[in-house]
């Protein structure tokens, strides 16, 4: 299938390549939930005094995955609601790398079992995530195919650069680690343009390894084509309707690596931190729980009047006083200003300053640039006037606004019909909305909805073999 | 300007929830925020959203609009000024009066409403036909549906199929003869008692017994009696073009219906090409092609069906024209169109999720 749709965002303050490891901070607040985990069943008492790398929760929906402590201390469950929090810190430092370390791990399909156990207890089996539903994925199942992406193209999000450099070895180790927990099937590796370094630099590392089932994939640098689904139907994965692709991202392969070479846990994420407001927008490497409020302290350029992003600005949640700390999933921090000043006849200004998917402004003559977007819904809510932009714009090839309206008059089977499951969840068609509707949103719902009320679809071409039967027969 | 701020906000809480003027308050946000861009931030992911707003998306079809409201002036003089505040006001009216008992908010879209209507009506026509058409065509034509969004027709040709269908007379002996020279008529104000004229409008000769057609060049600059805004070809290609090129018409929709137009043009009439061209440029079908067709809300929502929807109103324009006693068709083909469209929608959905079948 070919890519359609997608749109990049421009906006300012992109994160640039350099990644800052922070000290340890005085303690770490480690929520039990983020955006596909919930750790449920807690394996600490309060109190407890625990050591690093220690299972703290696991997620029993999730095949159990576990949440890791990143450093040792003592625990406190009733200190933060929702949170575990750690004090008296103890973080050992990572042991400088051993450059005995051999670059090529030798092929083993033996230990399958064990080696993805192995993945699970140590916190890299969480990168593992079924392509169609974003779910972890399962650690006995069989993929038909395995998607392994370092690129990511959501503003803004860690960069699959900024994890990947300096961290080759790594990849490539990991990737013939996941080889090896694999029987037939081929690893899909997305890249970006072949000429950059860094897929140049994979490849050369790559080459001669004639065992490594790789097929790699430029990718078409255009926002969201570097989403799982998108990825899966483009290569023509999903063929069937039943197959379970797995999609790893960079810091997922890096974190087998991690796991299988050095038996170490995986509890340190690479994170950006970045937008309009962040003095120097740049990728951290933080241990999961570390404070957010610490990490923003400083470094933004006014402290009143932001919105933290959990995420990229079109899929990321925001983060309020729910949440303290890093969660296990988080892949950056993006900052926001939100509006305080009201513009007078904004809607009338020739708009060389405003980055727009419409036509309707005079940017649209000069060439793409960063805008400094906020917070700002830049407009008010009011009915689809049926422009067809989501529809232009929707990598997925479903129709928002003609779902907008099934969904307004409550016709779910409606909505089922125009294959709302398709939807790729890339938060476009709400970005480019001139009526503000939160097209993403409903979508998302309806798509919940509809699995839970209404099922899988009806067959339809059997059903009309089955009746045409029936008629052959009555004839 | 800050002027300006101080005084909405001191008038705000008259037009709150308990306040003295509660009842108001969607002609108060309305005009609070055309004046300054309203601080309402994204609750939900995404959260930035794209500059562009339903206000920005109507403007530039006024924008589009400014040649042919310019030639109007030009042609049949500062009549057009009344006439276009009388449509904004007593179409505005009905609006408000809608918004208030919804407890709704204003829709732009009676700004396009508003300026478009005036314009397709004859010049020397009385004010007050003006309000009543207006006020008919926001009111059947779009309110009762639910408001700008879910209408189902074209509000300005609702208000003008009205008109024409109950002072038929009046419509037809309205018309002003246009100036001419640097100024036009700039500098005069007809007053429909003394410069409202009879006689016949270029198609109307075009279609008597013994054809008489105006020349091409006066279709061409709109130096000929017709509806205010639709003599005009240059002005209205102008306007038109601009409005593809903002992305707001959808070309989809224009270049089916103009191809359509010539097809069948050229069937009925046969290969007399100058004769064809004659038939482009006459009457509003140019005005109706760029302005009215397009409308996103009454026109197919698919892009198959907006090809399907322009062919049809061009095929349809020229038979009405051609073939029937009316010898104007653009209006009843576009309404005829408004209607077919949500037919046109239903069956290239069902094509388009047919083409997704095979997507799992």
Known sequence: MKPRGGYNVNLIGGPSGVVEKLSPPEKLCIPLHSRHLKFSELRVADGDSVSSGQTLAVDPEAFSVPLLAPCGGTAGLSRLDGHIVIENLNCPPDPAPDPELPTHVPYDSGQAAEKRRKLLELGAWQFVSNARTHQVADPDGTPSAVIVSTVHLEPFVARGSAICTGSINELVRGLEHLQSLLEYQAIHLVLPNVKLELAQDIQKTIRGHAWLKLSEVPLQMRYPFDNQTLLARHLGLFTEGDETVWFIPAAGVIAFDRALTLNRPCTSRIISLAG????????????????????????????????????????????????????????????????????????????????????????????????????????????????????????????????????????????????????????????????????????VRAKVRIAEELGPPAEEPEEQAAQENQEEDVA | MKFLANLLDKARPTFQKGGSL??????????????????????????????????????????????????????????????????????????????????????????????????ILPPGLPLWMVAVGVMFGVLVGKEIFGGTGRNLFNPALVGRCFLLLSYGGEMGGAWIEPGGGWFGRLGQYAETSVDAVSQATPLYDAAAEIPKFAPLSDLFYGNVLGCAGETSALALILGGVLLLIFGVASWRTVIPLL??????????????????????????????????????????????????????????????????????????????????????????????????????
């Open chain 2, 22 to 119: 509660s009842a108001l308050k969607p002609l108060f946000d309305a005009i609070d925020a055309f004046m300054f861009n309203p601080l309402t931030q994204s609750k939900l992911a995404p959260h930035a959203r794209d500059p562009l707003d339903v206000k920005r998306y109507m403007s530039m079809v006024i924008i589009a609009l400014i040649p042919c409201t310019m030639a109007s002036f030009y042609f049949f003089g500062w009549r057009m000024l009344p006439m276009i505040m009388v449509s904004y006001m007593a179409g505005g009216a009905v609006e408000v009066a809608f918004a208030v008992i919804r407890k709704e908010e204003i829709n732009e879209g009676f700004l396009v409403t508003g300026l478009l209507f005036p314009l």
């Open chain 1, 276 to 443: 309009p407001v962040v003095k120097d927008p740049l990728h951290l490497e933080v241990p999961v729980g570390y404070p957010i409020d610490k990490i923003i302290a400083g470094r933004l350029t006014q402290d009143d009047n932001v919105r933290v992003v959990n995420g990229g600005i079109l899929t990321g949640t925001q983060i309020t006083e729910d949440q303290a700390g890093i969660d296990t999933e988080c892949s950056g921090l993006t900052v926001l200003e939100t509006p305080t000043v009201r513009e007078m006849f904004g809607w009338l200004r020739l708009g060389c300053d405003r980055r727009s998917f419409s036509k309707c402004f005079t940017s649209t003559l000069k060439k793409a640039f960063g805008e400094n977007l906020s917070t700002s819904l830049r407009g008010e809510r009011r009915p689809c006037v049926a422009c067809g932009q989501c529809v232009t714009v929707c990598p997925a090839g479903i129709m928002p606004n003609a779902i907008h309206k099934y969904l307004f008059s409550d016709e779910l089977e409606q909505a089922q019909r125009l294959r709302t499951d398709l939807c790729a969840e890339c938060g476009l068609c709400s970005y480019i909305c001139p009526s503000k509707i939160d097209l993403y949103d409903e979508l």
């Open chain 2, 259 to 360: 191809v359509g137009f010539g097809v069948m043009t050229v069937v009925l009439v046969g290969g007399d090409m100058q004769l064809v061209v004659w038939h482009y440029l006459a009457g509003g079908l140019l005005l109706g092609a760029f302005f009215m067709a397009t409308d996103p809300v009454s026109s197919p929502m698919t892009n198959g069906g907006k090809f399907v929807y322009g062919a049809l109103i061009g095929i349809a324009t020229a038979l009405i024209r051609l073939k029937t006693p009316l010898f104007e068709g653009m209006m009843f083909a576009i309404l005829t169109g408004n209607m077919f469209a949500p037919i046109i929608d239903e069956v290239f959905i069902a094509m388009h999720v047919r083409g997704l079948r095979n997507e799992k």
